[in-house]
């Protein structure tokens, strides 16, 4: 089994035909998503969503890119939204200056507040980071009370942030991304990863591995990617599906039946 730890489910290329996509994926052997939010107004749907189906969970969080639309969203806000059943993490927060679609003082505040609401709740962090290493560890290693942590999602940056984020006691997330042909550096990072601090991911709808290219993503697609992993780091798709499954239940405790 598989736990595709990061999707959008709400997202167009995949929202037209949601049963269809969930009904590929466990077919394909994918027994867990994790529905991530990136604006306010789409957190009742996607906890909607995991409401719905018992193998689908939710976060609560503000995207980098959502910064400034949501000048308003404090750490109390995501505390209280969280306290629903079925959110197991905060997120998707962090900083994006490869877009810079929001200005880097409100990413960087909103990050903060998510961290704050990720120390207060005991839930997982899931961290989007883009051109953005050293002010993303400033803010992960910034003391405050609880403990923090989390999981660097869909993983592109250095092995140097990678080593500092297992530092931290944070787990890796890698997507499609690992599959594609210019991905040397990933490549040869992902095949470092601890096994037990890996975790898999579509990030559906987007960023499809090969051999699904240029289609829609969807959670069934994770199955190409641990495949790719599993051969990149020399084991097996079982032992590979086995750990990132354990992972994700370690790190996202409130998941547990
Ligand atoms: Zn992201
Ligand atoms: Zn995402």
Request: proline residues 5%.
């Amino acid at each position: 089994m598989l736990i595709d730890s990061h999707c959008h489910l709400n997202y167009p290329g995949v929202a037209e035909d949601v049963p269809g996509v969930l009904a590929r994926a466990r077919a394909a052997g994918v027994g867990g998503f994790l529905g991530i939010s990136t604006r306010r107004n789409e957190w009742d749907a996607v906890i909607a969503q995991a409401d719905a189906e018992p193998d689908i969970w939710a976060t609560v969080g503000i995207h980098p890119h959502e910064a400034d639309l949501h000048p308003d969203t404090d750490t109390a806000i995501l505390v209280d939204a969280s306290c629903h059943a079925r959110v197991i993490g905060i997120g998707e927060t962090g900083l994006d200056y490869y877009y810079d679609k929001s200005d880097r003082d409100r990413q960087k505040a909103s990050f903060a507040a998510h961290i704050t609401a990720a120390r207060a709740t005991g839930l997982p962090l899931i961290v989007h980071t883009r051109d953005a290493e050293a002010d993303t560890l400033a803010l992960l290693q910034a003391p405050g009370d609880g403990v923090l942590k989390g999981v660097i999602h869909c993983f592109t940056a250095s092995q140097a942030f990678a080593e500092q984020a297992l530092a931290l006691g944070f787990y890796i997330s890698i997507s499609g991304i690992v599959t594609f042909k210019n991905a040397r550096d990933l490549q040869a990072s992902a095949a470092t990863i601890p096994a037990d601090r890996l975790l898999v991911e579509t990030d559906s709808p987007f960023l499809a591995p090969v051999p699904m290219r240029g289609r829609p993503c969807e959670p069934a697609f994770v199955a190409h990617t641990a495949r790719f992993l599993a051969t990149l780091r020399g084991e097996t798709i079982e032992s590979l599906a086995a750990s990132t499954t354990a992972n994700f239940f370690t790190l996202f405790g409130k998941a547990r039946p």
